[in-house]
T-cell receptor, first 115, second 108 residues
Framework: EAQVTQNPRYLITVTGKKLTVTCSQNMNHEYMSWYRQDPGLGLRQIYYSMNVEVTDKGDVPEGYKVSRKEKRNFPLILESPSPNQTSLYFC??????????????FGPGTRLTVL | QKEVEQNSGPLSVPEGAIASLNCTYS??????FFWYRQYSGKSPELIMFIYSNGDKEDGRFTAQLNKASQYVSLLIRDSQPSDSATYLCAVVSDGLTFGKGTHLIIQP
C-alpha cells in the first residue's frame, strides 16, 4: 500500500530534550516536506527536500533541522524543543518538486506536546 | 509573501443543499490549485485539483477557477453530514501555499 508513515504519532516531552520525528514514504517520491499545523494559523511549511541531500527552509524553519540521506526517509529533528513547538506535525511527499502540479500525500500526523 | 485567503467559518449548510467554499490568492502567477479535506485530527486528503479557468466536476464536487479575479471555489452538491470537515485551499507558485481552511458543518 502506497503511504507516508510518521513516528511517533503522539509525543509528550520536556523543554530541551532532543527528539526526532521520523517520516518514510514507499512511493519513490523525490519531494518531501514537513508542515506544522496550529489553530488559526493553518498549515505552515517547515522544511522541504527536492531530492536526496537537497533540503531547504520553508516558512517557519527556526528550531528545526532535517536531513535527507535516503530517498524514502526525511526525519525532523528538534535539537532543543520549546513549548512554542507544541503542534500537530505532518510529513508529506509528492512525485517531483512541490513547484509542479504533483499531488502531495500526507502522513497521519504527529501530535507533539513540549512541557 | 504569497497569500491564500479563506473564510474560516464555520459555514453551516443543511443536508442536501449546495455548499460553496471560496478561496482567493495573491500571486497572479499561480498555476495550480488544490482542494483538500481535513477531518479533525486527521491528515489532509486531496479532493480535487484544477489548472484551467472554468469548471471541473468530479462526482458531487465542482471546482471553479477564475484566474483574472484570482479566485477559486469548491461546490459540494447534495451535501452529506460526512462532508462536515475543514476544507483547505492550496496554491502552487514557487512552492505550495495553504489557506487556513474553512470549517464546514452539514446539518442533518
Amino acid at each position: 500500500e502506497a503511504q507516508v508513515t510518521q513516528n511517533p504519532r503522539y509525543l509528550i516531552t520536556v523543554t530541551g530534550k532532543k527528539l526526532t520525528v521520523t517520516c518514510s514514504q514507499n512511493m519513490n517520491h523525490e519531494y518531501m516536506s514537513w508542515y506544522r499545523q496550529d489553530p488559526g494559523l493553518g498549515l505552515r511549511q517547515i522544511y522541504y527536500s527536492m531530492n536526496v541531500e537537497v533540503t531547504d527552509k520553508g516558512d517557519v524553519p527556526e528550531g528545526y533541522k532535517v536531513s535527507r540521506k535516503e530517498k524514502r526517509n526525511f526525519p525532523l529533528i528538534l535539537e532543543s524543543p520549546s513549548p512554542n513547538q507544541t503542534s500537530l506535525y505532518f510529513c508529506a511527499s509528492s512525485l517531483t518538486s512541490g513547484r509542479s502540479t504533483d499531488t502531495q500525500y500526507f502522513g497521519p500526523g504527529t501530535r507533539l506536546t513540549v512541557l | 509573501q504569497k497569500e491564500v485567503e479563506q473564510n474560516s467559518g464555520p459555514l453551516s449548510v443543511p443536508e442536501g443543499a449546495i455548499a460553496s467554499l471560496n478561496c482567493t490568492y495573491s500571486d497572479r502567477g499561480s498555476q495550480s490549485f488544490f482542494w483538500y479535506r481535513q477531518y479533525s485530527g486527521k491528515s489532509p486528503e486531496l479532493i480535487m485539483f484544477i489548472y484551467s479557468n472554468g469548471d471541473k466536476e468530479d462526482g458531487r464536487f465542482t471546482a471553479q477557477l477564475n484566474k483574472a479575479s484570482q479566485y477559486v471555489s469548491l461546490l459540494i452538491r447534495d451535501s452529506q453530514p460526512s462532508d462536515s470537515a475543514t476544507y483547505l485551499c492550496a496554491v502552487v507558485s514557487d512552492g505550495l501555499t495553504f489557506g487556513k481552511g474553512t470549517h464546514l458543518i452539514i446539518q442533518p
